[in-house]
């Protein structure tokens, strides 16, 4: 997240605002030096409210991501401040190409009334110089192209520690998820560059993005601003006071597990249904920013159950008597993970997504050594 001196420049968090969600705090530094009580952390997190928050303070590359945040604003705040017309020019060619602009009101609320968030894309692979046919950017980005790619490189640093925390405690591999969205393979992986509209009017006061769930793998968000909500674990979407406002806090990233990693593990790992709703309080008169670091699978990744460790097999699914990972059993593992974000992004696109938060069953017991 941004630093403190950022936070402290714009209109504050209201103190008396209800309900905020109860987020756990993880330490990058803690998971880098492989603390176990740190890595129990994120997959209680990552089972339960699908979502924490990760202090990226006390660790070099976590400081240098925070003063990149600050400076990634701007390029944000440049960018949408060029006129429709330029950003036009630019403009995404879903399903074709996903890179580019998105208008404000091109998608659907819940309500079916337009939404209110304009964003840029950028690839991961142009970043990384690996897409045999780069996407031209406006002059702000394209200027900043070695700031993005430090900020994507730092992000993927975290998210390595993310990935090998929750691997060594559901028993496999180190690398295991690492393996599946390593950044030198070809995937639809983004920064994504956000401005949501000031809510200047009463009308204006309502849902900005609808209800959703991420179709990646993990998402790695930074924003000053409140907006964001998360709908409480076994809870109606239609419910609002299910809802429940997240409070960004300086020096951390908001982190939240995607459908993919619902997917692989069976259903132990949660995706969480969230929304983005009007800031609270004075901070609904400015211009919203936010970054989002859209992690996705490598373009031919199996969307499978992985096997082994502490992850159900397709057997306890049988008896368990909750709801399966997998929306079609029979098809999701055999698609690859790029056929499969596809149909997602179209149905988000066009206001029919019908996601719902899903995951959090029980793991299989931790193997326990028996000495003969």
């Not at 990693?261 to 309080?281: C, D, F, I, K, Q």
């Not at 211009?287 to 096997?307: F, H, N, Q, T, W």
Request: glycine content about 6%; hydrophobic content about 40%.
């Amino acid at each position: 997240m941004a630093s403190a001196k950022y936070f402290a420049s714009q209109p504050a968090f209201p103190n008396d605002l209800q309900p905020v969600a109860q987020i756990a705090t993880v330490s990058l530094a803690k998971l880098v030096a492989r603390d176990t009580g740190e890595a129990e952390a994120v997959l209680h997190a990552c089972r339960t409210l699908g979502f924490f928050l990760l202090d990226l303070t006390g660790d070099p590359v976590g400081e240098s991501l925070i003063a990149e945040v600050d400076a990634v604003f701007d390029v944000v705040r440049q960018t949408m401040k060029l006129s429709v017309d330029e950003k036009n020019k630019f403009a995404q060619d879903p399903p074709r190409d996903f890179r580019g602009y998105k208008a404000q009101g091109i998608m659907k609320t819940e309500t079916g009334a337009p939404d209110r968030c304009e964003f840029y894309n950028v690839s991961q692979d142009d970043l990384l110089g690996q897409s045999s046919a780069p996407r031209t950017n406006p002059d702000p980005i394209a200027a900043h192209t070695q700031l993005l790619r430090s900020y994507l490189e730092h992000g993927q640093f975290a998210l390595t520690h993310i990935l090998r925390a929750l691997a060594t405690q559901l028993e496999l591999l180190p690398d295991t998820f690492r393996d599946l969205q390593a950044p030198n393979r070809a995937s639809g992986t983004i920064m994504r560059l956000i401005r949501y509209a000031p809510s200047l009017t009463s009308a204006d006061m309502r849902t900005g993005l609808l209800p959703h769930t991420d179709f990646g793998s993990v998402t790695l968000l930074a924003n000053v601003l409140g907006g964001l909500q998360v709908l409480l674990p076994h809870s109606a979407p239609e419910d609002e006071n299910s809802w429940q406002w997240v409070r960004p806090q300086p020096g951390c990233l908001i982190v939240n597990m995607g459908d993919a990693m619902v997917e692989w593990t069976g259903g132990v790992l949660r995706s969480n249904m969230h929304r983005v709703n009007y800031a609270p309080g004075d901070q609904r008169y400015i211009d919203r920013y936010a970054i989002a670091m859209l992690v996705r699978p490598y373009k031919e990744a199996p969307m499978s159950r992985l096997k082994g460790g502490r992850i159900p097999t397709v057997e306890d699914d049988k008896c368990e008597g909750v709801e399966i990972a997998n929306d079609n059993a029979n098809s999701v593992g055999n698609l690859t993970a790029y056929e499969w974000e596809l149909t997602k992004a179209m149905s988000l696109k066009e206001g029919s997504d019908c996601a719902r938060s899903r995951g959090g069953r029980q793991l299989k017991p931790k193997q326990v050594a028996v000495l003969c």
